[in-house]
Structures are given as C-alpha cells and as structure tokens.
C-alpha cells in the first residue's frame, strides 16, 4: 500500500490478509548505566519473542497485560522484537464443534488479543500486529506490592465480608518480617 491510511478505503483492508503469514521485527539500540534492571512490555500483539543483546529474554502471548523480566544491561544495549504471526499461531488452537461465533471471529476464542483486530461483522480482520504502548526499562524495587484484588464474598444488611487476594515481591528472606494493614 502507497498511502499512509489506504487500507483504511473499499476493500482494501481484505488486502492485509495477504500479510498475515509474515514476521515482524522491531529494532532498537540504546544507552543506559550498566546494572540489573526490569525491563517491562504493555500490550504487544499479540505474539512475541524479546531479545535483549542478542539472548532471549522473554515471550508474551496477552496483548491486554504487561510483562516484565530483570535483566542485565550493558552500557550499549541492543533490543530486537520479534512478533510472530498471530493468524499461525491460532492454527493451533483447536475450536470446539460446538462453538457459537461467527467463522471469522474463531480465532478469537483462545486469543488474547483486541477483538476488534480480529473483524466484526461490519469490518474485516486486520490481524497484522504491534506494539500499542511503551517499552520501559524501571530500576528493581526491592520490596513491591505487585497487585491487590478485593472482592465481595458475602453482603446482607448487616454489612459485607470482604477478601482480599495480593501478590508481593518481597525482597527479604522471611515473610514474618512483613505485615500488611488493611484498613
């Protein structure tokens, strides 16, 4: 395509199937202090393998989450994302007989990618992927808390029983060295 929006006309978009076969690579060198770090990825689509100086550090296969790895840096940093065809990847799944979608929209079934990419009724597929938000590099914390989730287990008029699920990354040996306080 010529333009920089031409698929975007007529049945142009049906086109991008074509490339749905292909790899795609992104390429970066950077500078940064040597040391270990947490080098973190939100929402690449959907499939990918991350390298850093040429070793392999991570894959992601949810374009909705982010994910993250320490890693050691260099003073001169090499980063390469290889994004694998996501429509191949979905040839491995095996969609039950008695799946209720439209044909199109299979693939969607164990893919954690924007339905939207994958066609609509009004709209075709454009499964080509990419990367939809930052690549961080953060300096470790050495105590965090990573995620909380609280939800309701039981409500009546005399108030509610709440639970609460947390993820920590501790960095001390002995859990009993930490307290949490929910208030």
């Known amino acids: 395509f010529n333009g ?4 975007l006309f007529g049945t142009n978009v049906c086109k991008l199937q074509e490339k749905e076969n292909l790899h795609c690579y992104y390429f970066c060198k950077f500078k940064h202090q040597i040391g270990r770090f947490i080098l973190r990825v939100n929402r690449i689509d959907v499939y990918s393998e991350i390298y850093l100086n040429g070793e392999k550090v991570m894959t992601t296969d949810n374009a909705f989450i982010s994910f993250e790895q320490e890693v050691e840096l260099k003073e001169e940093n090499e980063l390469v994302i290889h994004l694998l065809p996501a429509m191949i990847k979905a040839r491995e799944m095996e969609i039950p007989a008695i799946t209720n979608m439209l044909q199109f929209s299979y693939p969607a079934a164990y893919m954690r990618k924007p339905i939207h990419l994958l066609g609509w ?3 075709p597929r454009n499964a080509l992927g990419g990367i939809f938000d930052v690549v961080v590099i953060d300096e470790i914390k050495t105590d965090e808390i990573k ?8 409500l009546n008029e005399n108030g ?13 040996d002995k859990c009993s060295d930490y307290e949490i306080e929910i208030k």
């Open 4 to 7: 920089e929006h031409e698929n």
């Open 121 to 123: 009724d009004i709209f």
């Open 147 to 154: 995620s909380v989730y609280v939800y309701t287990n039981n």
């Open 160 to 172: 509610a029983d709440l639970l609460v699920s947390y993820f920590l990354k501790i960095a001390g």
